[in-house]
């Protein structure tokens, strides 16, 4: 059974990092394009970071350009998120999401199958 888990959320101070990971199990990730998406209470999900199945693609959205990096390790099977200079704004839960795709170098922040359950991040002022 494929499972998507993420993990290092929680909260912190403004202008601090955190970094969230997203475990694979039940398949493996090298032929998927693998994203994160973040939703916000009473807002609509967003898609914040994709990166594609070569690993040499990427895709952010403005708000978090320069500030987040999307990274995967493909032999241990894992998604990451490297989040810098947090801020209150960017506090929602943070979802991973997978879409097989075969090798390409592209991705966009559209259409995953695959989800997690998300985890909290906090971020105070």
């Known amino acids: 059974q494929s499972q998507l888990v993420e993990s290092g959320g929680g909260l912190v101070q403004a202008g601090r990092s955190l970094k969230l990971s997203c475990a694979a199990s039940g398949f493996t990730l090298d032929y998927y394009t693998m994203a994160w998406f973040r939703q916000a209470p009473g807002k609509e999900r967003e898609g914040v970071a994709c990166?594609?199945?070569?690993?040499?693609?990427?895709q952010y959205a403005e708000s978090v350009k320069g500030r987040f990096t999307i990274a995967r390790e493909n032999a241990k099977n894992i998604l990451y998120l490297q989040m810098n200079s947090l801020k209150p704004e960017d506090t929602a839960v943070y979802y991973c999401a997978a879409k097989y795709t075969g090798w390409t170098s592209i991705c966009q922040l559209n259409d995953y199958d695959d989800w997690g359950q998300g985890t909290q991040v906090t971020v105070s002022s």
């Open positions: 990166i594609s199945s070569s690993g040499n693609g990427w």
